[in-house]
């Protein structure tokens, strides 16, 4: 393990036992905290992560105190591209304490300049890590509009009295109400009032995820070679979602042909607990075929649940063109991000070229750590 000492920080590789300090340093900028299994899992159960012996999972410094004051983690990740397996790592909860960060670039240029990877990748960049990135000549994802959200209000008493506390306003319970009403009225008026669509597709939750998955996958990449896909199989989606699902977190829609699925979606959760909002997000969806219109009713068997459970909002960002014009045609509200979310740097000048191209990408965020 390499260590270098800089006026009295010592930067190196992280390590399990570093959890207890990186969980300290997050909640000091309220980032959210993790059980340790759930931390753990993104390398000790990560089938990528056992492939490649020596694997960093990411690097930390400490001050003269041995305490950590900086942290990137990093995650190894399967994709494919024109029948070739890349090797792709996602940055991944990015924090340096205030007193530190002009000490940013030296953290993340031990990302960065990793020599076996094809393809970094950093997908849940905010305003203040964005400059920091874009020194290392990353590349904002060519398709879709990852400094937006398109979202619609799935319980508007819980939604009204969240955005009242985000403005400050201290009259939130019993402004709540009548904003919500008014919400209500302008979304029946403007059609946000979304009633469950099945356009003839059968659309079931599935808890778990089956042999379907990798018959799924594997016609997907067969389909769709000259895409740049993140693995899908099976056991990659178990280990992606394996404690969101086993906490309610994370919502499998299916639709299926005869016993073979044509086309899946899942929602995650991404609360804000700050504004006490509860926030259902789309991560992906993927058909075989061209019919994206199966999103359609797939959406909205997510809205109905949503209300059901009384969560607050549904959201969606990024995606390509296709996919967003059917997110469209259900007249969702939007909002402007603080910045844009997903950036991504290649490994070699060809992939670089290759990845100009806008026809390659069907971004989501599945891709990086968006949803872990």
């Known amino acids: 393990m390499s260590i270098a000492t800089i006026t009295g920080l010592k930067f190196r590789q992280a390590a399990f036992e570093d959890y207890e300090r990186i969980a300290t340093l997050q909640s000091r900028y309220a ?14 159960n990560n089938p990528a992560f056992q492939k490649f012996q020596g694997w960093p999972m990411g690097w930390v410094f400490e001050n003269e105190d041995s305490e950590i004051v900086g942290h990137v983690a990093n995650i190894p990740l399967p994709y494919e591209f024109a029948n070739q397996t890349l090797v792709a790592a996602a940055s991944r909860a990015v924090v340096v304490d205030v007193r530190y960060r002009s000490y940013s670039f030296q953290l993340l240029s031990r990302f960065f300049y990793q020599k076996r990877v094809d393809l970094f990748l950093a997908t849940t960049v905010n305003a203040q890590a964005s400059k920091a990135n874009e020194v290392f000549r990353v590349s904002r994802v060519p398709v879709g509009k990852w400094d937006q959200s398109v979202f619609w209000i799935t319980n508007y008493v819980g939604f009204s009295k969240s955005l009242l506390a985000m403005k400050e306003i201290h009259r939130g319970k019993t402004l709540g109400y009548p904003l919500a009403a008014g919400l209500f009225l302008r979304d029946t008026v403007e059609g946000r009032k979304l009633k469950t669509l099945s356009n003839g597709a059968e659309v079931e939750f599935c808890d778990k995820f089956d042999e379907r998955f990798d018959n799924f996958w594997q016609e997907l990449r067969m389909n769709f070679p000259r895409h740049l896909l993140a693995v899908r199989s099976r056991e990659m989606m178990e280990w992606h979602f394996k404690h969101a699902m086993a906490k309610n977190r994370a919502w499998v829609l299916t ?4 016993s073979a699925l044509v086309a899946y979606a899942i929602f995650h959760r991404q609360d804000n607990p700050v504004h006490a909002l509860t926030r259902m997000r789309l991560v992906d969806f993927q058909v075989l075929g061209e019919n994206m219109e199966l999103l359609r009713p797939i959406f909205c068997q997510a809205i109905a649940r949503c ?7 549904l959201e969606a960002i990024g995606f390509s063109a296709q996919k967003q014009r059917v997110l469209e045609t259900l007249a969702p509200h939007v909002r402007a991000l603080s910045s844009w979310r997903y950036f991504y740097k290649a490994g070699n000048p060809t992939l670089a070229q290759a990845l100009k191209d806008p026809a390659v990408w069907d971004p989501s965020c599945f891709d990086g750590d968006a949803s872990l």
Do not use: D, F, N, V
């Open 31 to 44: 980032m959210g905290i993790e059980s340790y299994e759930a931390w753990s899992h993104l390398w000790a």
């Open 255 to 258: 639709i299926s042909k005869g």
């Open 307 to 313: 209300r059901r459970e009384k969560i607050h909002m």
